[in-house]
């Protein structure tokens, strides 16, 4: 049994929210997206308060909602991509539960992404060039909090989710 939060890590189109809420049916837990939250908070979607705020403004609401997913009810969180830029953040993940880093190769990422406007940063001449920046960047703070790392890019969003909850049981199991 799983009894500590489950964040999943990794860049935009990996399947956080995806596989997430089927890795939460499949434990048995709710689901929360801290996207989702931070709109719903906010009442702005998050291309809007990038425009209004600004990238900074952003992750200062984004820490907010992390902490007050690290409390409460033991669940599954699919975190923003950035999540893991602020070294406070990266604290919290490792603190307060399990962490999941869901990986994709580049063509993966860029084909996942490419028909959501909603994402700010692949606003860009070059979304290609963008993600492998993001991912060049973010890939060592990833790995730096993560207790288990998937690879999404051969398998589907259901099979993702039930090699995550197998690597959990064993990693969430007390040493025999």
């Not at 997430?20 to 709710?30: I, N, S, V, Y």
């Not at 403004?57 to 969180?77: I, Q, Y």
């Amino acid at each position: 049994m799983i009894n500590r939060t489950i964040f999943l890590v990794g860049p935009m189109g990996a399947g956080k929210s995806t596989i997430g809420k089927m890795l939460a049916a499949e434990l048995q837990l709710p689901f929360a997206d801290s996207d989702k939250v931070l709109e719903e908070r906010t009442g702005a979607d998050i291309p809007w308060i990038f425009d209004v705020e600004g990238e900074e403004g952003f992750r200062r609401r984004e820490s907010d909602v992390l902490r007050d997913l690290c409390t409460g009810p033991v669940r599954v969180v699919a975190t923003g991509g950035g999540i893991v830029l602020a070294a406070e953040n990266r604290r919290l993940l490792r603190k307060h539960g399990l962490v999941v880093y869901l990986q994709a190769s580049i063509e993966q990422l860029l084909e996942r992404t490419s028909k959501n406007a909603n994402r700010p940063l692949l606003q860009v001449p070059d979304p290609r060039a963008r993600i492998i920046e993001l991912v060049r960047e973010r890939d060592p703070l990833y790995r730096e909090v993560a207790d288990i790392v998937c690879d999404t890019d051969d398998c589907t969003p259901r099979q993702a989710a039930h090699r995550v909850a197998v690597q959990l049981a064993s990693e969430d199991s007390p040493p025999g």
